[in-house]
């Protein structure tokens, strides 16, 4: 056991969170999203909430701050019926604003979307139930 590390981290995501670099991307999917189909690392967090699993996150693993935006959102789809902005959205913004108030959020369109989760580090599935809820985090650096 460690101490200060969220137990819905599992051991093999906190490897690779650990061996990951300044500038590597980690991609949360939700339920709905083809995880297996686009990573090169696939982490299983079968039934975690994507809000609870970034937060966990992101209490250990610095956003990039050399980058005009390091998160990146799935556009939603014009004329889905969910909206401009889903709810899920919002959680996610008052998460990242908790450990990088400075970091700036970008919505990437769908397509453009899974390119970049394929060329991220790790991928992790999620449980998420929430449509539009897939995030891509950009690691930092941590100052000395």
């Known amino acids: 056991m460690l101490k200060g590390i969220s137990p819905l981290i599992p051991p093999e995501l906190l490897k690779i969170l650990d061996e990951m670099g300044h500038g590597d991307e980690l991609a949360l999917g939700d339920g709905n999203f083809p995880g297996a189909a686009m990573g090169k690392r696939l982490v299983r967090c079968d039934g975690q909430p994507i809000p609870a699993l970034l937060d966990a996150i992101l209490a250990l693993y610095p956003l990039d701050t050399y980058v005009e935006a390091p998160v990146a959102l799935m556009q939603v789809v014009p004329g889905d019926p969910v909206g401009d902005s889903p709810a899920i959205w919002a959680d996610y913004r008052a998460i990242i604003a908790k450990y990088a108030p400075e970091a700036k959020i970008e919505n990437v369109e769908r397509f453009a979307f899974y390119e970049r989760a394929k060329q ?11 449509l539009y809820a897939n995030i891509v985090l950009k690691k930092g650096v941590i100052p000395s």
């Open 120 to 130: 991220a580090y790790a991928v992790v599935q999620t449980g998420e139930g929430a």
